[in-house]
């Protein structure tokens, strides 16, 4: 649908405020048989509504080949560094064209800075001198912010082992993926809407960044895996596939919570959530509001909680 999207939320948002189409890889390698390359990508089209937006942003660590250039250690620190040239091309007239220290620019280079400021770098330590009397400027690992994040993602896929805690949503988000997303875009207090919420991962994460969100879902199974999710956190991946295993033919689009509830299967009591979500509404189309009610009288949340409201 990527295609098609885009063409929608250009009408919508305005091509202009197109931002990116991020790839994410969402699921390890699969051997296909059929004739085609394994569909291993995810997209996200980034938009925003105007020019002016929020934009926190994201960075990784530095890759081993980058780390690789910082490959001095400061004696008296133990810091890691690297030597940079203190000059740029071109000619000046002015004090940075001048002999610093007894030392002129390279021919057709200037110095990078005035030479008070290159006296009070060197005062601080920030200027390696060399045996034959170089000045270079010292880059400080510790002082490097990371590498800004690029358009291809490889480090969020969706429940792909065992050792990760999930919901059992059959399309749940990974975590890390919607962290980034939320923190990059928000800010604390701000307010983030998932009209598709399904498994809530949107939601639980908007909570724990203190953001104010809005979730929407028109199914029964995402809404008690939500509600239970608030109550009581995820559960191991491996609990999961193995009922899916056993109760495949049942319960082939039920959640991992949903199991739980009716079927009282293996629930860790010593399991404590995550983060727990309490202070929140629903709100609920007055027709659905006997399906809704049933929901919740069967998730473990405490009689009368969450308020339920069906104003518009
Ligand atoms: C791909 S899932 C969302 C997954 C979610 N991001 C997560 O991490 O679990 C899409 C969700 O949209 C919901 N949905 C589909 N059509 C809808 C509609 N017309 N109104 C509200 N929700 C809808 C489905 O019930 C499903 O939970």
């Given at each position: 649908?990527?295609?098609?999207?885009?063409?929608?939320?250009d009408?919508?948002?305005?091509?202009?405020?197109?931002r990116?189409?991020?790839?994410?890889?969402?699921?390890?390698?699969?051997?296909y048989?059929?004739?085609?390359?394994?569909?291993?990508?995810?997209?996200?089209?980034?938009?925003?509504?105007?020019?002016?937006?929020?934009?926190n942003?994201?960075?990784?660590?530095?890759?081993?080949?980058?780390?690789?250039?910082?490959?001095?250690?400061?004696?008296?620190?133990?810091?890691?560094?690297?030597?940079?040239?203190?000059?740029?091309?071109?000619?000046?007239?002015?004090?940075?064209?001048?002999?610093?220290?007894?030392?002129?620019?390279?021919?057709?280079?200037?110095?990078?800075?005035?030479?008070?400021?290159?006296?009070?770098?060197?005062?601080?330590?920030?200027?390696?001198?060399?045996k034959?009397?170089?000045?270079?400027?010292?880059?400080?690992?510790?002082?490097?912010?990371?590498?800004?994040?690029?358009?291809?993602?490889?480090?969020?896929?969706?429940?792909?082992?065992?050792?990760?805690?999930?919901?059992?949503?059959?399309?749940?988000?990974?975590?890390?993926?919607?962290?980034?997303?939320?923190?990059?875009?928000?800010?604390?207090?701000?307010?983030?809407?998932?009209?598709?919420?399904?498994?809530?991962?949107?939601?639980?994460?908007?909570?724990?960044?203190?953001?104010?969100?809005?979730?929407?879902?028109?199914?029964?199974?995402?809404?008690?895996?939500?509600?239970?999710?608030?109550?009581?956190?995820?559960?191991?991946?491996?609990?999961?596939?193995?009922?899916?295993?056993?109760?495949?033919?049942?319960?082939?689009?039920?959640?991992?919570?949903?199991?739980?509830?009716?079927?009282?299967?293996?629930?860790?009591?010593?399991?404590?959530p995550?983060?727990?979500?309490?202070?929140?509404?629903?709100?609920?189309?007055?027709?659905?509001?006997?399906?809704?009610?049933?929901?919740?009288?069967?998730?473990?949340?405490?009689?009368?909680?969450?308020?339920?409201?069906?104003?518009?």
């Amino acid at each position: 649908m990527i295609f098609a999207a885009k063409i929608i939320l250009d009408e919508i948002f305005g091509a202009p405020n197109y931002r990116n189409l991020i790839i994410r890889q969402k699921c390890n390698p699969k051997n296909y048989t059929r004739k085609a390359y394994g569909k291993t990508a995810d997209f996200i089209l980034f938009y925003t509504k105007t020019a002016q937006y929020i934009w926190n942003p994201p960075v990784e660590k530095l890759s081993e080949k980058s780390l690789k250039e910082y490959q001095y250690i400061e004696p008296e620190t133990g810091r890691r560094f690297m030597k940079v040239p203190l000059h740029a091309p071109g000619t000046r007239n002015g004090e940075t064209g001048k002999p610093w220290r007894g030392i002129l620019p390279p021919p057709g280079k200037h110095w990078q800075y005035p030479p008070a400021k290159l006296d009070e770098m060197d005062a601080r330590g920030d200027i390696f001198w060399s045996k034959n009397g170089n000045p270079r400027r010292k880059v400080y690992l510790d002082q490097h912010p990371g590498m800004g994040v690029q358009d291809i993602w490889l480090d969020f896929r969706d429940a792909h082992n065992q050792n990760i805690k999930i919901t059992g949503y059959p399309t749940e988000k990974n975590s890390d993926l919607l962290r980034r997303i939320v923190a990059a875009s928000s800010n604390p207090g701000d307010l983030v809407l998932d009209c598709f919420a399904g498994s809530g991962t949107t939601l639980a994460v908007a909570d724990e960044l203190q953001r104010n969100w809005i979730g929407v879902d028109n199914s029964p199974e995402a809404f008690a895996t939500i509600l239970e999710r608030f109550h009581r956190g995820l559960k191991p991946m491996g609990d999961y596939s193995e009922h899916r295993r056993q109760w495949e033919d049942r319960y082939i689009q039920r959640s991992l919570f949903e199991l739980m509830i009716n079927e009282g299967l293996n629930e860790d009591e010593t399991n404590i959530p995550e983060s727990i979500v309490t202070d929140f509404s629903v709100y609920i189309d007055r027709d659905r509001i006997a399906e809704v009610r049933h929901i919740i009288d069967r998730t473990s949340f405490p009689q009368g909680f969450p308020p339920i409201s069906t104003d518009p």
